[in-house]
């Protein structure tokens, strides 16, 4: 098990949609400080081979309708490692 903490920046994109027509409007456009954090597993299937989770939260402050507020994007990772010796 692991934690992860980060910070850096997202371009961002606000968008209206309408409910009328199949069809969005861009708001405003631009770049936005990103935090996240989360958890991780990894976990071994053999001395080669691992398995890995991460749970991760990436939190932006934009700005939407004249004020700005927190937007959450919760993600699952999940991938496989490999170990490959050197011959």
């Not at 708001?27 to 749970?55: C, Q, Y």
Request: glycine letters at 6%.
């Amino acid at each position: 098990i692991y934690a992860v903490v980060g910070a850096g920046m997202a371009n961002t994109k606000t968008i209206k949609l309408s409910s009328s027509a199949p069809t969005e409007t861009t708001l405003r456009t631009g770049m936005e400080p990103v935090f996240d954090f989360g958890l991780g597993f990894k976990i071994f299937a053999n001395d080669a081979m691992s398995l890995i989770i991460d749970l991760r939260d990436y939190v932006t402050f934009a700005e939407v309708y004249s004020s700005k507020k927190p937007r959450s994007n919760f993600s699952v990772l999940a991938g496989l490692s490999f170990f490959l010796p050197t011959l």
